[in-house]
């Protein structure tokens, strides 16, 4: 899988979260979500998710995130 472009879709916490679950953005080199209400919670699902591996873009613009999402990122021990 390329690429997964979601943005400005108004995909939630709650949204972000199921994705980070359902395993689609396993593989992904680049994951475009910016401009959505994803949140701190939203951004932590993502953090947390262990199908990021191969991602070398993650686009988390204008996502209502702050100090503990990036965080999150920062700790993740699936992004590289």
Do not use: F, M, Q
Not at 27 to 33: D, M
Not at 60 to 76: C, D, F, H, N, R
């Amino acid at each position: 899988l390329g690429s997964v472009e979601l943005n400005a879709n108004g995909i939630t916490a709650a949204g972000a979260c199921a994705l980070a679950r359902s395993g689609v953005l396993a593989g992904a080199a680049a994951v475009w979500l910016h401009d959505n209400p994803l949140g701190d919670t939203g951004v932590r699902a993502l953090a947390e998710a262990a199908g990021l591996g191969a991602v070398r873009t993650l686009a988390l613009a204008k996502t209502e995130a702050g100090p503990a999402a990036a965080a999150a990122l920062a700790a993740s021990p699936y992004l590289p």
